[in-house]
């Protein structure tokens, strides 16, 4: 399995993530004082669990099989639309709501692209969940995780969990524990957005689908 996450370029490390404050101006939490932030971490246990299945499948499915399998897991997991705000920034609010949900589309399915072809070989691989999360402040917290490696070596891939309406979703992935996936989307995306708007990112994360797929999906 590679480590190290090509779509939108080397920085981004998965890498699906965010600086935290920049997500907080989009999305307000809405949180009861009852809820436990160890509820943080079930999402991203049932994700791993279903990434080592994507691993350990392996070429033994298609691309298009293990994408189909990934993505209601990945729509369960995080706040994508909290994400793809953030990660376009300030300018998304003057997106025409039909491209709004254009770009929602892409954006999940270059999400779930970047996931299926990263976690696609199965070599003793094993996910390490601390039991404790680590409250960061403005209603999120972070859960602590690590892809561990057949000889011991643990890559950390750490989540900022956010509780909503639908419970506890992630809203930014933090590859090495500090390399922010939206914070990377964000600075890729603002160059895509000045030199051509919407349509102009949209083309460029079909094309990113298309490249991680390796030409199997448009």
């Known amino acids: 399995m590679n480590h190290h996450f090509p779509a939108m370029g080397r920085r981004n490390l998965l890498g699906v993530a965010i600086a935290a404050g920049g997500l907080a101006a989009a999305w307000q939490p809405v949180r009861a004082e009852t809820v436990s932030d160890t509820g943080a971490i079930a999402p991203v246990e049932r994700l791993n669990a279903a990434l080592l299945a994507a691993m350990q499948s392996g070429p033994r499915i298609s691309f298009a099989q293990r994408f189909a399998a990934l993505t209601p897991v990945i729509e369960q997991t995080f706040d994508l639309d909290a994400v793809l705000a953030a990660s376009i920034g ?3 609010a003057t997106v025409p709501n039909d491209q709004k949900a254009q770009l929602r589309a892409a954006f999940v399915r270059y999400t779930v692209a970047s996931y299926t072809a990263n976690f696609n070989r ?16 403005n209603g999120e917290v972070i859960v602590q995780n690590k892809l561990i490696a057949a000889d011991g070596s643990a890559t950390p891939l750490d989540y900022v969990m956010r509780y909503g309406p639908a419970g506890w979703k992630a809203v930014d992935v933090l590859a090495n524990g500090s390399i ?9 995306f603002r160059e895509l957005l000045a030199s051509g708007g919407a349509p102009a990112l949209m083309a460029a994360l079909q094309r990113k689908v298309s490249n991680l797929s390796g030409g199997m999906m448009a």
Do not use: T
């Open 122 to 137: 199965y070599n003793g691989q094993s996910f390490l969940v601390s039991p404790a999360v680590r409250n960061v402040g």
């Open 90 to 92: 300030l300018s998304w």
């Open 180 to 188: 922010s996936r939206v914070a990377v989307q964000r600075s890729d």
